[in-house]
């Protein structure tokens, strides 16, 4: 079965600086998609994030970018310029490419930013 | 665009009651999601529906019972409260499994907060 791992219950980024989220997830499957959530203090997941594993291409999106490492089956989140209001809950998700749907999610990544 | 919604946002209720939880999508899409959220587990699958009338279990279906009868739809319904079951659920929908950009992705609710006593 597929798994999702996120190794730091919490992190800590000061006002503008750069931060690193880590996540690693185990999978025999070759096509599959993996996805970076954000819950705020509000509950809501909002998707930050998304990877096609057959792009060798890291995404992007205006500040969030990704280190995808396919052979290392890591899937880092990279914040620049970090601003108070992306304090939150980070999950890590994962979902097969030719699957039911449902997305396997890491237990989360706490993410305090510091004025 | 209403997009997703959840009702009710909050519910309290009493251990072995009736309760449904509602999710209504706007655009459409094929499938939809229940997920629960509990402390330390993350996010967890309860049943998911790729359409109208089909519906399938997911990881912890235990206690719970969907229905899907029109596509915009998909509440779910807790036949007896146990406390167990206290938690956040998530509602989520995407457009299909097709390999076009973005169609698989997942779009959340609000959800729905509900404490068993």
């Known amino acids: 079965a597929q798994t999702v791992t996120q190794s730091q219950p919490e992190m800590s980024v000061q006002e503008a600086e750069t931060v690193t989220l880590s996540c690693t997830y185990d999978?025999?499957?070759?096509?599959?998609?993996l996805f970076w959530y954000k819950q705020p203090p509000s509950r809501q997941m909002i998707l930050v994030i998304r990877?096609?594993?057959?792009?060798?291409q890291n995404a992007t999106e205006n500040r969030f970018s990704v280190n995808f490492q396919k052979a290392a089956k890591s899937f880092s989140l990279k914040i620049s310029d970090s601003q108070l209001g992306d304090a939150a809950m980070y999950f890590c998700?994962?979902?097969?490419?030719?699957?039911?749907?449902?997305?396997?999610f890491g237990k989360g990544t706490k993410l305090s930013v510091k004025p | 665009d209403a997009g997703i919604t959840q009702s009710p946002r909050y519910k309290i209720t009493e251990t072995g009651r009736q309760v449904t939880l509602m999710c209504h999508q706007t655009?459409?899409?094929?499938?939809m999601f229940w997920y629960r959220q509990d402390l330390g587990h993350g996010l967890r699958l309860i049943y998911y529906?790729?359409?109208?009338?089909?519906?399938d279990k997911g990881e912890v279906p235990d206690g719970y019972v969907v229905s899907r009868s029109k596509t915009e739809n998909f509440p779910l319904t807790l036949e007896s409260a146990t406390r167990s079951q206290t938690s956040v659920y998530f509602c989520?929908?995407?457009?299909?499994?097709?390999?076009?950009?973005?169609?698989?992705?997942?779009?959340f609710g609000p959800g729905t907060r509900l404490l068993v006593l």
């Open positions: 989520a929908s995407s457009e299909s499994l097709a390999e076009i950009p973005y169609q698989e992705t997942q779009y």
């Open positions: 999978t025999s499957e070759s096509d599959y998609y």
């Open positions: 990877q096609e594993a057959y792009k060798q």
């Open positions: 998700a994962y979902r097969d490419g030719g699957s039911q749907g449902n997305l396997i």
């Open positions: 655009w459409s899409h094929s499938y």
């Open positions: 529906s790729a359409a109208a009338d089909i519906t």
